[in-house]
């Protein structure tokens, strides 16, 4: 998880919300800027879901991988545009 502005850039902190979800901040763990959830899918298509929920217009990337297979995600958000984003093929 990376972000950039016109101003600066870095890497997004993780907070962990449950076993399935967690979120990010950028700028202070008093303001979560993303929400993303991976789902065991296997019994339903054989693959991985990811949902997402951005909480912001700032600009984004990021990579989700599988720690067995090595199998990778990514997704980028443009800046100024809130996104939100559901994958049920994801890996």
Same mark, same amino acid.
């Given at each position: 998880? $990376?972000?950039?502005?016109?101003q600066? !850039?870095?890497?997004?902190?993780?907070?962990?919300?449950?076993?399935?979800?967690?979120?990010?901040w950028?700028? $202070?763990?008093?303001?979560?800027?993303?929400?993303?959830k991976?789902v065991?899918?296997? $019994?339903?298509?054989g693959?991985?879901?990811?949902?997402g929920?951005?909480l912001?217009?700032?600009?984004? !990337?990021l990579?989700?991988?599988d720690?067995?297979?090595?199998?990778?995600?990514?997704?980028?958000?443009e800046p100024?545009r809130? !996104? $939100?984003?559901?994958?049920?093929s994801?890996?």
């Amino acid at each position: 998880m $990376s972000w950039k502005t016109a101003q600066a !850039e870095g890497a997004g902190k993780a907070f962990p919300l449950t076993h399935d979800a967690g979120a990010f901040w950028f700028f $202070s763990a008093n303001n979560l800027e993303l929400v993303v959830k991976v789902v065991d899918g296997r $019994s339903v298509n054989g693959r991985f879901w990811i949902f997402g929920a951005g909480l912001t217009d700032v600009a984004y !990337e990021l990579a989700v991988t599988d720690r067995t297979t090595g199998a990778g995600w990514h997704r980028a958000a443009e800046p100024g545009r809130l !996104e $939100s984003f559901a994958d049920t093929s994801a890996f």
